[in-house]
């Protein structure tokens, strides 16, 4: 089991994956070039010879290109948006004279074409001050874009109140097959570039296109995936269902890649865009529909066109953000003029100036086809996203999601166990369909460039250069060196110093699958230099489901034991103790206990992410007291004598209930790093220590765990956290819920950054911590900040507590009384209120830096206690 609540991409990061190289690859770089969905009529109409028309289109005064143009034929519903460059390739049939170029602010352009031709034409586009943010009125004066009396306002607000019915959620029953297709490539790539000479070996990788056209001329595939499913819904309860029929991977080596988790990272990334949902899931983060309740406050509308040679007549409605840095979209949408006032079509982009990080556009076509109802359902959607870390220049990364929706049946009740059960389920044979099936089943022939990406991924790791590239790449992010059957690591935890042990090394590693799937086994050894002690860890897990321990879902048996240091109260996400960079802390950093632990682990995990672990540990800690330099003892008072313990010794019995549903989580090679969500996650955990097997101590210990991220819309999200415990029976200090501390300069969202090393412990205690990310919403409309796209963040977190009458030392001498340094106390009790603690920080520095300005507001009389810091976190995210 695994610590919860990671917070975005920074968890990637931390959890040092292998195969971040390949994620960050796929996230940062490319250029789309969106398209409307053909008309059908005209598709299956058109002339071997088609008309083509392609050019650049310009702001006639600035000369500066024009991005997200709509290109169109006139009469028709084939069009194309021009990229970001203000490139536009559009092709029709004979019949097809006219193409219409229209864009907010702008006059529409007209040209005249002859039929089965192609046409260089480039367009300058003037403004239209009748369609721009301030017009001119008789007055002379300048009146700023209002929502009253404004048409298209009305409009909006007339499909926002649509929306309901409108929605397939509305329908009792409903039901649809769905195909997608999801593809991401190296893009933008310069001749020079694919002729280098480390890719002579890879050249079958490389596609070729019209230069013109997405992505540029060189491409060089990365990752492919489609699925085949049947999605069920049912109104009351609400309950959606897929079932995956087909599932074909590009799949890379699993000791280089989590290709589940691969996949649960880019659906978080790439998820269904529902136009009536308030706020459309992109990239981790929610930007506002514009036709969401709030859209009018947030969106300036306009009336761009009115579509009359079609059935029903259409409105095209243009929208664009009040605040062209807030997380919102741009676009078009058109509407359906037959009572319904539903979507008929929809162009979605963002502005070049919003505070998205490495996204130089974006945009997502879609389509929607009247059922036998009369209603209108979502036929296709086509997202595609331009990854890039520079604005302009450079390849990037070119990443597309298609969908496509059909065989609708509405209010059409199944059985009641065809709702039943986890929200996804993958059939057993979904990952044997053959070529011949996928052929058959497949709604769209897949691309020539495209068909062969399977083959060519699968050819590409048999070339010896690419697995030593790969295995440099593990070392380098992951910390591991493979010698097949066994690995060494992680690196990052080689060495380390502390004033205790002084300079420390370690060295370890475990097996790999290649020595077996089911027996794991991992150990280390580490010496102190100043202790002179040699510490050790000695491991050997039993998968129970023949599957590798750490995929999903986990089954295993696992025995363990350890003899190593341990500061009380340090709880760390995502990095081991032993990392380097955690040898740098503020104050005094002289506690430390040396514990062996033996341990017996049992964890059972299901479809619906639900789990369960029982545990058997014994576990004897002795602190490293003044004799080694600590300044932690064990001491208590008999017969009116002190009396020094020289170890606390315990048996427990444990066992912990864990269910985050639809969890998504990115496997790694030393942790499971959840992908946030909107779903809660719920721990429970009890523990019973008994008198046996060299157990002191009987008690039992109660905690519970609920952790969520809200999603406020343009107010960004939070983070909440809350917890609670209670301990039954009367124990020493060491034994009792020591609350977690950080002493580091690194900000940890999970622990108290002022709190000094087992400052205080509780055998009772309810905690809420809050982190709140605004994604930008103030600092984007500060004109000297917006360009620089920080973010603001607040957090707060609060902890009450405290100790009963028979586990404070003061009441009774027999007890662990609370050690002091110096002859003052450093461990206290939180009996006289709660800890509390707040933050403010600036994210987003250089797209990955976090800085948080902490300060302490209470108990702010104890020694060494810093009332005030700086903490750092490295953070990527979109």
Sequence with gaps: MNKDLPTNLKTLLLANSRSILLLLAVVLMAAPLGTYAQDNAAATTAPATPTVIKGVITDAKTKETLPAVTVTFVGTTIGVSADNNGNYLLKGNGANTQVKFSFIGYKSVFVT????????????????????????????????????????????????????????ENYDYAEYHQYEKMIFALSNLSEKFKNKNMFKNYQFLFRQQDSTQIGGKNLLPLYMEEKLSHTF????????????????QVKYDESFIDNQGLTAYFNRMYQDIDIYDNNIAL???????????????????????????????????????????????????????????AVERAALSVNKNINLNFVRQMQAVLAFDKGADARYHLSQ?????????????????????????????????????????????????????????WNKNRPDTLKASEASIYKDIDSLQTIPSFKRT?????????????????????????????????????????????????????????????????????SGTYSLNDKSIYAFPQSYLRASYQHDTKIPGQELQFVQEDNFLLSFKRGANDILTYNDVLRFDYVREFQNHFSY???????????????????????????????????????????????????????????????????????????????????????????????????????GFADVSTEGGYIFGKLPFPLLDIHHANQSYALQLQSYNLMNFLEFVSDHYAAINI????????????????????????????????????????????????????GKPFVYSLNNGPYMEGSVGIANIFKILRVDYVERFSYLDHPETSKHGIRFLVVLQF
């Design 113 to 168: 074409l002859t039929p089965g031709q192609e046409l260089v034409k480039n367009i300058a586009m003037s403004e239209d001050t009748h369609l721009l943010n301030e017009v001119v009125v008789t007055s002379g004066k300048k009146v700023r874009y209002r929502n009253k009396d404004n048409p298209a306002v009305e409009l909006i607000r007339k499909v926002i109140a649509h929306k309901k019915q409108n929605r397939i």
């Design 233 to 248: 819904l049912r109104k009351q309860p609400y309950t959606k269902k897929q079932f995956i029929e087909a599932n074909k």
């Design 283 to 341: 990239l981790g983060n929610q930007l506002l529909s514009p036709i969401a309740d709030a859209a009018p406050s947030v969106y300036k509308f306009f009336i761009t066109d009115t579509l009359k040679d079609v059935t029903p007549n259409l409105i095209e409605l243009s929208f664009t953000p009040r605040s062209t840095t807030d997380l919102l979209f741009e676009g078009k949408i058109y509407i359906t003029m037959d009572g319904n006032y």
């Design 381 to 437: 959607s086509d997202l595609k996203i331009d990854f890039g870390l520079s604005k302009n220049k450079g390849g990037g990364i070119l990443g597309e999601r298609v969908v496509m929706l059909s065989d609708y049946a509405v209010n059409v009740p199944r059985p009641a166990k065809t709702y039943e059960g986890p929200a996804e389920v993958i059939a057993p044979t979904a990952a044997d369909k053959g070529d011949e099936y």
């Design 470 to 538: 790969m295995d440099i790449v593990t070392l380098v992010l992951a910390g591991y060196k493979s010698y097949g059957p066994f690995e060494v690591g992680p690196v990052n935890t080689f060495y380390n110093f502390n004033p205790i042990e002084g300079f420390r090394l370690r060295l370890g590693g475990r097996t790999t699958t290649a020595l077996s799937k089911r027996y794991y086994f991992e150990t280390y050894g580490a010496y102190g230099f100043k202790d002179k002690k040699f510490k050790y860890f000695l």
């Design 613 to 715: 672990k029982f545990e058997l540990k014994k576990w004897n800690q002795n602190p490293a007291g003044p004799n080694l330099g600590g300044a932690l003892y064990f001491q208590n008072t008999v017969n009116g004598q002190p009396n020094t313990v020289s170890s606390v010794n315990t048996t427990e019995l444990s066992a912990e209930f864990r269910y985050a549903p639809n969890e998504k989580f990115y496997q790694g090679k030393l942790y499971r790093t959840p992908i946030p969500d909107k779903y809660p996650i719920f721990t429970l955990r009890y523990q019973q220590g008994v008198k046996a097997l060299g157990g002191n101590y009987h008690y039992e210990n109660f905690t519970g765990n609920i952790t969520k991220r809200f999603y406020l819309s343009q107010l």
């Design 771 to 822: 982190d709140q990310n605004f994604n930008g919403y103030i600092f984007n409309k500060i004109p000297l900040l917006k360009k620089l796209k920080l973010r603001e963040v607040v957090s707060y977190k609060a902890l009450w507590g405290g100790l009963r009458a028979e586990n404070n030392p003061a009441n009774d001498p027999s007890l662990l009384q609370f050690p002091e340094r110096g």
